[in-house]
């Protein structure tokens, strides 16, 4: 008598909806496996784009510009939905562990959640402050701060930012120009608008080249940003309803209306109670297949991965490009094939964009300055990159 073979069905679950997983779920959607049930949990429906986020902040850009729409990829990659957040993993039952949804099971499991901004060690910053991530909640603040100012243009606003690297960069100039065209707007003085820049280092993006570093602190203090360079801030207190006070080691004390973090990253404080092999921040140890280096199921990508051979800095660009290695070798691990390994370019090209249509290139020692042609073509590379998630492409599925 003949029986019927039943194939046993196979779980993928992608963890957060970073620009790694984004792009998987959008290469799942065209080259489909057979008996694989795809699950892709996230806190949000919608993701961020990096690369256009800081233009996003000086207006350049809407918000459904710089957002991938998620719920839109999972449909296309028949991938089943979670909006939720995930608290923990039993690696040994393989379950994910989300805080509304019961637990979800996993066959193979990849994770790319980002990072947050470390905040730990400085009194009244978790209270306080407003980290870069998660961005939802930043540009929540932001659009506060954005409304407050559109209906009383007369009001003075002292802003804080702490971080020196890009990130917090790009923050002070993209803000800067936005609030100051809403005070031009209104026929208010652009002095109105203070922004102070606190860097524990002595220099500015200590990632990036002298090049770079000399041309964006001569930019920042052309356009009246306070630096305050070689200074640790060691705690924020709030003073009033609306004020807080920034205090750094060496005495310095500036007050102001809201304080941004964006400091080093740190990896969400859940990954400690997995069992998964981190780094000494936390970060998820990987081999070159971007396969965790204690279990061969679970995968990790963007910057909450960290290469064992090939340690990068945590930037965007790194998660796009290993968007496509990571679906090859999870597409390889469900059939059964051998692993293909992943090494990341040594240099990258950095368009940094100055807030007001212009932008730094730089790669290496090679660095151009601030060009309007320089943000056209880094405009066209971020719109090109959204293209892949609005254009999704017709597939004939019979």
Known sequence: MQRNYQPKIKHLVLVGGGH??????????????????????????????????????????????????????????????????????????????????????FD???????????????????????????????????????????????????????GGGAGGVELALSMQTHLQQILLANQQPIQNIQIHLFHRQKELLPQHHASVRRQLKQILSSRDIQLHLGESVSK????AEELFEVKCESGLTVECQKVFWVTQ?????????????????????VKDTLQSQTHPQVFAAGDVATMINHPRPKAGVFAVRQG?????????????????????????????????????????????????????????????FMKRFDNLPEIDRY
């Open 108 to 162: 193979v499991l990849s994770i790319d959640i980002g990072s947050t901004p470390s905040t730990i060690s400085v009194s009244g910053a978790t209270e306080y402050a407003i980290p870069a991530k998660p961005v939802a909640k930043l540009l929540e603040h932001w659009d506060e701060l954005l409304q407050s100012l559109a209906a009383n243009p007369q009001q003075k606003i002292r802003l804080a930012i702490v």
């Open 324 to 384: 496509k290695p990571l679906f090859e070798n999870l597409q390889r691990i469900l059939l059964g094939k051998p692993l293909k390994p992943y090494q990341p370019q040594q240099q990258y090209l950095s368009l940094i964009g100055t807030g007001d249509k212009r932008a730094i290139a730089t790669k290496g020692a090679f660095t151009l300055p601030p060009h309007p042609l320089l943000w056209c073509w880094k405009d066209w590379i971020d719109r090109r």
């Open 265 to 285: 990253a740190s990896a969400p404080d859940w990954l400690k109670t997995t069992g998964l092999g981190t780094d000494e921040k936390g970060f998820i140890l």
């Open 20 to 105: 790694s997983h984004a792009i998987v779920l959008r290469m799942f959607g065209i080259k489909q496996l057979p008996d694989v049930h795809l699950t892709l949990i996230t806190p949000a429906s919608d993701t961020p784009y990096s690369g256009m986020l800081p233009g996003h902040i000086a207006g350049l850009y809407s918000h459904d510009e710089c957002h991938i729409d998620l719920r839109k990829l999972a449909n296309f990659a028949h991938a089943q939905l979670y909006i939720d957040k995930v608290i923990g993993l039993d690696l040994n039952n393989h379950k994910v562990i989300c805080a509304n949804c019961p637990a979800v099971d």
């Open 236 to 239: 924020i207190a709030q003073v």
